[in-house]
Structures are given as C-alpha cells and as structure tokens.
C-alpha cells in the first residue's frame, strides 16, 4: 500500500541515505540543492558547511582540495605549510565532554586565522589543522607558530606542530603536505615521550 506517508517515509530514508554518503564529484551541485530542499535543509547553510567546518568556523579539508591550486597561484618565492595537531583531544572528549574538545579546536582554529587568515586555515579532520602562507620567511612562520603555541599553552591547550617550506616554482603540494605532516607527527612524539618522563619522575 502507497499513499503520502509512504512517500514522505521513503523521502527521509533517501535524505539519510545520500546525505550521509561522501559522492565527492559525482553528485552534482544540483542533485545536492534538491536533496537538500527535500529534506528542508536551508541551500545557503549547506553551500557554508560545504566549504567551512561547522564546528570552528574555518575552512575545511573539502575547500582546501577545490581551491589549493587557486590559493596558491599568487605565491611567487615560497610556500609554507603549518600542519598541526591538538594533543589530548580524545583524552579531554572522554574526561570531560566533546564541549571541553570542541573549545580546545575552536582555540587552535582561531590562532590560525588570525595569523595567517581566514582562507589559509583549514581543519582536516579530527584533531588535525593546516596553516599555509606565501612568500613569508621561514623564520616568520616560526615565530607565528611560536606565538600560536604560547597563547594556547595558557589556556592549557597543547599542540602539535610540524613546518615546511617549499620554493613556489619547485612546488609539490603532495609531497610538502607529507612532509609537513611527518614533521608534525616528530614533534607529537616528542610531545608524549616528554609527558610519560615527567609522569614517572613524578
């Protein structure tokens, strides 16, 4: 037996369904507006999280992979990447709630654009952050990340950094991402080798 019910029941298993999947290039800007309007999700609000991660408010990992070619045409000496890591953010959202996590993200993501903007912060996932800028000196994005950590350090907030650099005519951005990420990931280790020492010298 069909009627409205049915159809309105196999309309949300639909909206579920697709929503849910990730069709990346596959489903069309149009095929997404409709899904959105039939599940009565404002088109506006889904164009945003679309391109912005709802939780900080910068950009997201989807953004970064549409738009890195574009963002980086106007380099003309180097590019650096910043690639960061919140430390304890699966300790904290068990400790004391997913808030207490999503204020430690927010804070990281904040510092990021407020050092190197907006469009050139991007969360990608997790507890992991990308920062990049264009034609500045290494010795300045270091001071910046310096910065960053300090001001997070007094909100007790401890994170990962990893920085590399690449001149803009030699550019792989694969390869400085990985690179950037492998830094990041050495200092993380550093991170928590350093916290196990002091807890048995305790």
């Known amino acids: ?11 949300a298993i639909i909206c579920g369904g697709l929503l849910g999947i990730n069709f990346g ?15 009565g999700l404002d088109v506006e609000k889904s164009e945003f999280l679309s391109e912005n991660d709802f939780v900080t408010g910068i950009r997201n990992r989807n953004y970064y992979q549409h738009e890195i070619n574009n963002l980086l045409q106007a380099a003309q000496e180097s590019v650096t990447y910043v690639f960061c890591d919140v430390n304890r953010l699966h300790e904290t959202n068990n400790k004391f709630g997913h808030e207490a996590g999503d204020r430690m993200l927010i804070a990281l993501a904040s510092e990021l654009a407020k050092s190197f903007g907006q469009d050139m912060s991007f969360r990608f ?3 992991e952050f990308l920062a990049i800028a264009l034609d500045e000196r290494l010795d300045k994005v270091q001071a910046k990340s310096d910065q960053i950590l300090s001001n997070l350090k007094k909100q007790c907030y401890h994170v990962s950094i990893g920085i590399k650099q690449a001149k803009a005519d030699h550019l792989n951005v694969s390869d400085l991402l990985y690179q950037a990420d492998k830094a990041m990931r050495e200092s993380k280790e550093e991170f928590y080798k350093k916290a196990e020492s002091d807890r048995q010298a305790r």
């Open 25 to 39: 290039h596959l489903l069309k800007a149009r095929v997404q507006e409709i899904l959105m309007v039939a599940c």
């Open 125 to 127: 996932g997790g507890d």
């Open 1 to 11: 037996m069909t009627g409205i019910g049915s159809v309105i029941n196999v309309t």
